[in-house]
Nanobody, 133 residues
Framework: QLQLVESGGGLVQPGGSLRLSCAAS????????IGWFRQVPGRDREGVAC????????HFEGSANGRFTISRDNARNIVYLQLNNLTPDDTAVYYC??????????????????????????WGPGTQVTVSL
């Protein structure tokens, strides 16, 4: 059974940076696309970034594009989200999630990802990111 645990959140000043980690256990991540989502109380959860199984294909939410980067180390079974130039609007609980894509024969599908929340079967408990003076 795949399990995910996020780490690396905390308090940072505007303009600062954090690196979030998503560590997997129970199964290898090689067959999964990994997405990062965030949620503020009272608001819907939104997609931030995702990376396909091979690490080549990535997608970003508009405000994250150019500020955040996502990468994966399948050998270590971990995915990273680098948060740069943070603003108070980035304050949220950040979640990583896994979308299993190894079931079919479409290699392009297997290597890609998207930010459709309903695709993701496994979720971590989240890590808090607070951007404030």
């Amino acid at each position: 059974q795949l399990q995910l645990v996020e780490s690396g959140g905390g308090l940072v000043q505007p303009g600062g940076s954090l690196r979030l980690s998503c560590a997997a256990s129970g199964r290898t991540l090689s067959g999964y696309a990994i997405g990062w989502f965030r949620q503020v109380p009272g608001r819907d959860r939104e997609g931030v970034a995702c990376v396909g199984s091979g690490g080549e294909m990535t997608h970003f939410e508009g405000s994250a594009n150019g500020r955040f980067t996502i990468s994966r180390d399948n050998a270590r079974n971990i995915v990273y989200l680098q948060l740069n130039n943070l603003t108070p609007d980035d304050t949220a609980v950040y979640y990583c999630a896994a979308d299993y894509r190894a079931v079919g024969g479409n290699s392009n599908y297997k290597r890609n990802c998207n930010l459709i929340e309903g695709r993701y079967e496994i979720w971590g408990p989240g890590t808090q990111v607070t951007v404030s003076l």
